[in-house]
């Protein structure tokens, strides 16, 4: 079946370093990829999302290019604020039922 | 324009009492779902509902059931809970289920059962 593999956390660096998070997938056929983020206390909300291969999504900075070749979708951004510190997940959406199906999660925390 | 609400943010249970928590949307949403959140597992979806009046199971469904009143609320029932039960539980909608589209979640309901 369908899954989601994040990497491991929790990932702590300085303020203005670059991020990385790894996200990679097992699908059949050709689903659209998300990243959400949960600040402490809050619900999840969409960060970037891209619906096909080669898109890139992009928002607040961050990025994330959908990648076929390598199922991935790894989450990037060059200079990480304090602001940043949340929970991020990836998610693979299916495309009959709108259902999301999430990695674990991982934990970033910037120090300034 | 309020998104999706739930009640209530925290309730405490003991072992086999029962309890409902109320989620609505002010969106105009088709889809509605129900998901549980524990420590490094993510977020795993217990049901669904694609359309109003019609629900189905998802990844964890035991110990739970549903009711979509209307279109505007989907609501999760624990009938004799259990502190495998214990986690946070989000709502979330979807306009349409294509896929594409962005699932709005809400601020979640923490519940511990003793």
């Known amino acids: 079946g369908n899954s989601v593999t994040q990497m491991e956390g929790p990932v702590t660096l300085s303020e203005e370093a670059f991020l990385t998070i790894n996200c990679t997938y097992t699908?059949?056929?050709?689903?659209?990829l998300f990243w959400y983020v949960q600040y402490p206390g809050e619900g999840l909300q969409l960060l970037l999302k891209a619906t096909k291969a080669d898109d890139k999504g992009s928002n607040k900075g961050f990025e994330a290019t959908y990648r076929k070749e390598t199922t991935s979708f790894h989450l990037e951004k060059g200079s990480v604020q304090v602001s940043d510190s949340a929970v991020y997940f990836c998610?693979?959406?299916?495309?009959?039922?709108?259902?999301?199906?999430f990695g674990q999660g991982t934990t970033l925390q910037v120090k300034p | 324009n309020a998104g999706v609400t739930q009640t209530p943010k925290f309730q405490v249970l003991k072992t086999g009492q029962s309890m409902t928590l109320q989620c609505a949307q002010d969106?105009?949403?088709?889809?509605m779902y129900w998901y549980r959140q524990d420590p490094g597992m993510g977020l795993r979806l217990i049901y669904y509902s694609a359309s109003e009046g019609t629900t189905d199971k998802g990844e964890v469904p035991n110990g739970y059931n549903v009711s979509r009143l209307n279109k505007r609320e989907f609501s999760l029932r624990l009938e004799s809970a259990a502190p495998s039960q214990t986690s946070v539980y989000f709502c979330?909608?979807?306009?349409?289920?294509?896929?594409?589209?962005?699932?709005?979640f809400g601020p979640g309901t923490r519940l511990t059962v003793l």
């Open positions: 699908a059949t056929g050709y689903p659209s």
């Open positions: 969106m105009n949403h088709n889809s």
């Open positions: 979330a909608s979807i306009k349409e289920t294509s896929g594409t589209d962005t699932q709005y």
């Open positions: 998610a693979l959406g299916s495309s009959n039922t709108g259902k999301l199906i």
